[in-house]
C-alpha cells in the first residue's frame, strides 16, 4: 500500500514543479547586527541594521503587485521593479517583520534595495535600517511573519537569522509557531532544537533526496547492503555540506541540481535492470529462509552470493552521488557566513536532522520491502519495477529541465 501511494505521488504532474520549482515553500534569510554607529551610550538604545532576502517573485505576488512586477526577469528589470514599487514593498515587509528594544518598537528605515542569486533564484535583498530608543544594556526581539500561510502562495515559511546582537552571537529559525527571537536568553540549546528539525524537514520535504534514498532501498537485498549504502551515502554528503556550507567548497547550483536529478535515474535504472533480471526485489523460496537471508550480515556457510557489476561499484557510486547531494543540502539551508563556533553548532545540527529522518526512513521502508517481497514475490516484482520506472522518469525530466533553466 505505502508502495501504491508513492506511484501516485509521482505520477502527479505537480512532484516536477514542486521538486524543481519548490513553490510550495519558501525560506527567508535574514542577518541582523547592531549598527556600526550604534553604541546607546546617552540614553539610546543600539539601533539595528538588518539584511532581509526574499523571493523576488513571491514578494511581489504577496504584495499585491501586478503581473509585469512578479513575472519580471533579468537583474535590470527586477531592479526597476522593486524601484518602482518601494512604497509597497516597504509596506508589505515592515508589516511583518519587527525590531523592538525593551518591549518598544525599533522605527523601520529602507536604506538599500538589491537583487541577489541564491541557487538558481532571484531574492530582493533589503536593508533596513532600525532606530530604538530605551535604556543601554536591554534586549532586542526580533520577530517574522513574512510569507504566512494566510497569503496561500507558500506555507511552512521560515526565516533563517545570522544575528550579533548585545554582545551575543548565533542563529536561530523562526517559524509560524515560534516567530520570535529575544537577546539575552540561553539560546545554545534552543538553536540546535531549531536546526535539528530544520534538517529534518529538508530530507523529508525534500522529495529529490528522498526519491534517490528509496531508490538506493529498492535496491538493497540485505541488511549489510542497507548499513554499507546508508553509510557511504552519509558520510559523504555530511562531509560536502559542512565544506560547502563553511565556504570552503563553492559549487554552482547550475552543476549540482542536474547532477542530483541524474544519481536518482542512474540508481533507479539499475533497479529496473536488477529486477528484471531476477536480482534486486525478487522473491521466490520459503518465506522464513527470506526474512533470515534479509537480515543477515553476510551469505550463510556453503553458498555464494551473485555478485554484478553494480554490487562491486555501488558503494563508490553512491559516495560519489552522496558528495554531489552535500552540496545540494548546504545550498539549501543558505548560510553564508564566517566560521564561528555557533555556525559549526547549527550545521552540526543541521546534519544530524538529516540522519534522523534518513534513519527513521530506512527503519519503515525496508522492514516493508521485506515483507513485500516475502508475502507476495509477484506483486513486489511489479511494484517494484513500477516505482523505479516512474522514480527514473520523474528523475531524467527533473535532469532536462534544470538544464534547460540553466541554459
Known amino acids: 500500500m505505502a508502495l501504491a501511494g508513492l506511484l501516485a505521488v509521482l505520477s502527479s504532474p ?20 547592531t549598527a556600526p554607529s ?23 505576488k504577496s504584495a499585491w503587485l501586478r503581473a509585469e512586477a512578479y513575472e519580471a526577469t533579468g537583474r535590470d528589470d527586477q531592479l526597476a521593479q522593486l524601484d518602482e514599487h518601494e512604497a509597497e514593498v516597504d509596506g508589505y515587509v515592515t508589516d511583518r517583520f519587527a525590531v523592538t528594544y525593551d518591549g518598544e518598537p525599533c522605527g523601520p528605515s529602507l536604506s538599500a534595495a538589491d537583487i541577489v ?22 534586549v532586542h526581539e526580533v520577530s ?4 504566512p500561510d494566510a497569503e496561500s502562495f507558500v506555507h511552512s515559511t521560515e526565516t533563517i537569522i545570522r544575528y550579533s546582537l548585545d554582545e551575543e552571537d548565533g542563529s536561530a529559525v523562526l517559524t ?51 548499513v554499507l549504502t546508508a553509510t557511504a551515502f552519509t558520510v559523504a554528503h555530511s562531509v560536502t555540506f559542512l565544506l560547502a556550507a563553511l565556504g570552503v567548497v563553492s559549487v554552482p547550483a547550475i552543476v549540482v541540481e542536474p547532477v542530483i536529478a541524474a544519481s ?26 527470506l526474512v533470515r537471508d534479509a537480515l543477515r550480515w553476510r551469505a550463510p556457510a556453503g553458498t555464494r552470493d551473485e555478485h554484478t557489476a553494480w554490487d562491486r561499484w555501488r558503494l563508490p557510486v553512491v559516495f560519489v552521488f552522496g558528495l554531489v547531494h552535500g552540496v545540494g543540502f548546504a545550498g539549501a539551508l543558505g548560510i553564508d557566513a564566517a566560521w564561528s563556533w555557533t555556525l559549526l553548532w547549527s550545521l552540526l545540527s543541521f546534519n544530524v536532522g538529516i540522519e534522523a529522518v534518513q534513519l527513521g526512513i530506512i527503519a519503515v ?6 515483507l513485500l517481497r516475502v508475502r507476495a514475490p509477484r506483486t513486489a ?25 540553466a541554459g
Open 365 to 370: 521502508v525496508f522492514p516493508l520491502l521485506v
Open 176 to 226: 509560524a509557531a515560534s516567530p520570535t527571537l529575544t537577546t539575552g536568553e540561553n539560546r545554545l540549546l534552543k538553536q540546535v532544537g531549531e536546526f535539528f528539525v530544520l534538517g529534518g524537514e529538508h530530507l523529508l520535504f525534500g522529495i529529490d533526496h528522498v526519491l534517490f534514498l528509496l531508490a538506493l532501498l529498492i535496491g538493497s537485498r540485505r541488511l549489510r547492503d542497507v
Open 381 to 405: 516484482s511489479w511494484l517494484l519495477l513500477s516505482a523505479c520506472a516512474a522514480i527514473a522518469a520523474v528523475a531524467l525530466y527533473w535532469v532536462v529541465d534544470r538544464l534547460a533553466g
Open 14 to 33: 505537480a512532484v516536477g514543479q514542486v521538486a524543481s520549482a519548490h513553490d510550495a515553500t519558501s525560506d527567508v534569510y535574514a542577518e541582523v547586527t
Open 117 to 138: 542569486e541564491r541557487g538558481e533564484r532571484a531574492y530582493a535583498s533589503l536593508t533596513y535600517s532600525f532606530a530604538c530608543d530605551g535604556e543601554p544594556e536591554g
Open 38 to 60: 550604534s553604541s546607546g551610550p546617552e540614553g539610546g538604545g543600539p539601533d539595528v541594521v538588518a539584511v532581509l532576502d526574499l523571493e523576488y517573485d513571491l514578494l511581489m
Open 264 to 289: 536518482i535515474a542512474v540508481v533507479a535504472l539499475v533497479d529496473l535492470v536488477l529486477i528484471r533480471r531476477g536480482g534486486a526485489g525478487s522473491g521466490g523460496g520459503a518465506a522464513s529462509g
Open 144 to 147: 517574522s511573519a513574512l510569507f
